[in-house]
Nanobody, 124 residues
Framework: QVQLVESGGGLVQAGGSLRLSCAAS????????MGWFRQTPGKEREFVAA????????YYADSVKGRFFISRDNAKNTVYLQMNSLKPEDTAVYYC?????????????????WGRGTQVTVSS
């Protein structure tokens, strides 16, 4: 089964950018659909973006559409989340996740494997 490790989080001022990476190992990365979620204390995990195994189809939450961009490099076993025009409300722990099947991309329950998360903090 694939294992996932996120990186690239940090502290950034509002309006700035960050690129998160999620490196996969131990499985056939190119067969997984991948997603990014985020979570703040006391709240449920929230869908951010997803990309199909081939990379040809992407999905975004309305709150990040036009600012965040998901991509993947199957040769490098890595999925990325480019985050631009960051806002304080984007502050959260960001998780990447892998899904074996194509089902409901926005539901955390659809994903089989999760990384441990990386903190993103956006200051105003």
């Amino acid at each position: 089964q694939v294992q996932l490790v996120e990186s690239g989080g940090g502290l950034v001022q509002a309006g700035g950018s960050l690129r998160l990476s999620c490196a996969a190992s131990g499985g056939t990365f190119s067969t997984y659909n991948m997603g990014w979620f985020r979570q703040t204390p006391g709240k449920e995990r929230e869908f951010v973006a997803a990309i199909r195994w081939s990379g040809g189809v992407t999905y975004y939450a309305d709150s990040v559409k036009g600012r965040f961009f998901i991509s993947r490099d199957n040769a490098k076993n890595t999925v990325y989340l480019q985050m631009n025009s960051l806002k304080p409300e984007d502050t959260a722990v960001y998780y990447c996740a892998a899904a074996v099947t194509s089902s409901n991309y926005v539901s955390p329950a659809s994903y089989d494997v999760w990384g441990r998360g990386t903190q993103v903090t956006v200051s105003s």
